[in-house]
């Protein structure tokens, strides 16, 4: 088991695949998506499941750096922000599948950079997306 005991359950529903849309249960998140292009959709004006993925993942990563800088008592620079990029592709070793790769740059201005990436690390090790992506999705962060 993942978890001992969920404190929060989030919910969406999808509907449509690629091309369809996504709403979460409380309506904040009500999208319409749309295949890009470079994999063979029309890529018109709805976001994908790697956008997604990309925002939630960064965002979740600063929520992590936050709870390690808190824990260590470490002043973190309100200014943090993370480029993320989820890359997708044919899966290596599996024919016919996809999977994917993150490669977030990491942004802590102010921060002494041996102390920043020492912060990086240990979020690294805390982040639920890092666990859940930990030797399944090549990660790369880069202190920017």
Known sequence: M?????????????TGGRTGSTRSSD??????????KEL????????????LFASGYSACFIGAMKAVANREKIKLPGEVSIDASVSIGPHT????????????TIKV?????????????AAHEVCPYSNATRG?????LTLA
């Open 2 to 14: 993942a978890i001992d005991k969920a404190a929060y359950t989030a919910h969406a529903t999808s």
């Open 27 to 36: 309506g904040i998140i009500d999208l319409k998506l749309e295949t890009p």
């Open 40 to 51: 063979g959709g029309n890529g018109g004006p709805g976001t994908n499941p790697e956008q």
């Open 93 to 104: 070793g599996k024919p016919g599948a996809f999977g994917i790769e993150v490669a977030m």
């Open 109 to 121: 201005p102010g921060m002494e950079r041996e102390a920043a990436e020492k912060l990086i690390a």
């Open 136 to 140: 399944n999705v090549d990660v790369t």
